[in-house]
């Protein structure tokens, strides 16, 4: 009944009411990249709560593929129960990003055995409906450029078979993806291609980068001269034409912002970042233009950084684990709008103000 109201005060269809039903509020949106032993949940529980670790395959098996993996240990004695544990202990949802790249693509043993193995283990001891319970969805892959299409295709498949048996729960999600040819930083499409039913998310990198090398410089997120929000809505429209019902996460975004001189010399000594209110602004106003997007997830890259002037080395909330106006920034949008959910743009024209209307969760006529 409400969502009859809710279309009849805002002059909206019965169906476009229902899409917003569908969309998740500014809470469930928001998301931030961790990593591993370094991530400090109760510092950054304020503006997420669900986190993504980039989960080194290596820790787990070392350099032998056919090796089975001995959780809640990793082979290099890290305890992912105690990490995972301290996450979910503070209130994380877990996406896991099990780093294939770190294991080259020849030596794998027997890649349909080995992967599935690993795929098993992990998910039976770290799933939804597993052993313990830490993680809600693993990717099978980061940026696995060093990857053939075909050997990734292999990897997945064998890994995505092996989770599917270990937690038929656990949410399976690609590596970084693209609409179109695979480059170094994300596989195409195709590579997936017939396996929709090893696999529930696409997912997907996005910067709003106006010039690569060598100055690496990015816009603002609206900026009509860039593909940022472009190349999200192409992998969109593949979705919606080749995997219907499949979500779409946006797993790696943001703005570098340091206090410090560039190098005078080396690969970054062009390099042009931001300033700390720029990342804090557009960070913001990335999550704004999500939220009217068929988009379910989008998580922030990084955490915390150490105040380097070069390319990804400035991402984070933090600076040494102290807070930067990013972290304030996005800790207000979410006590503001995290039980509310887009319904729709009022105005969003080029070059002019952009404005949005939010209806809370519970009460969809408080707008």
């Not at 082979?75 to 294991?103: P, T």
Request: proline share 6%; net charge negative.
């Amino acid at each position: 009944m409400w969502r009859i109201l809710l279309a009849l005060a805002l002059g909206i269809s019965l169906a476009q009411a229902e899409t917003q039903d569908r969309r998740p509020p500014m809470g469930e949106l928001m998301g931030l990249n961790g990593h591993t032993v370094q991530f400090r949940p109760d510092l950054y529980r304020p503006v997420a709560s669900k986190v993504r670790d980039y989960h080194p395959l290596d820790w787990d098996i070392g350099e032998e593929t056919d090796y089975v993996p001995d959780y809640p240990w990793a082979r290099n004695r890290v305890h992912w129960e105690s990490v995972y544990g301290s996450w979910v202990k503070a209130g994380f949802e877990i996406d896991a990003c099990l780093m294939i790249q770190a294991i080259p693509p020849e030596s794998w043993k027997d890649v349909a055995a080995d992967g599935f193995r690993i795929g098993k283990a992990f998910a039976s001891f770290f799933g939804p409906g597993g052993e313990k319970k830490l993680v809600r969805s693993l990717e099978i892959g980061n940026e696995p450029g060093m990857y053939s299409d075909q050997r990734y295709r292999e990897v997945f498949e064998a890994m995505a078979k092996g989770a599917r048996a270990g937690d038929a729960e656990l949410q399976i999600v690609t590596c970084a993806a693209v609409d179109g040819e695979s480059h170094d930083y994300a596989k195409s499409l195709e590579c997936v291609r017939g396996l929709e039913r090893l696999y529930d998310i696409i997912n997907v990198h996005s910067y709003a980068q106006i010039e690569n090398w060598p100055t690496w410089r990015r816009s603002f997120p609206e900026d009509p001269r860039i593909e940022y929000l472009r190349d999200i809505e192409r992998v969109i429209a593949w979705r919606d034409k080749n995997a219907p019902g499949k979500k779409v996460w946006v797993t790696e975004f943001g703005w570098d912002s340091t206090t410090k001189p560039n190098a005078t010399e080396g690969d970054f000594k062009d390099w042009v970042g931001n300033t700390d209110e720029e990342q804090a602004v557009y960070l913001v106003r990335s999550f704004l233009v999500f939220s009217g997007m068929d988009i379910d997830r989008a998580y922030v890259y990084f955490f915390n950084d150490s105040d380097e002037p070069k390319l990804h080395a400035s991402s984070g909330l933090t600076r040494n684990f102290v807070k930067k106006p990013s972290f304030f920034a996005l800790q207000w949008l979410r006590e503001r709008l995290g039980n509310y959910r887009f319904v729709r743009a009022i105005d969003r024209r080029p070059g002019k103000p952009w404005r949005f209307e939010f209806a809370d969760v519970a009460d969809p006529s408080k707008r």
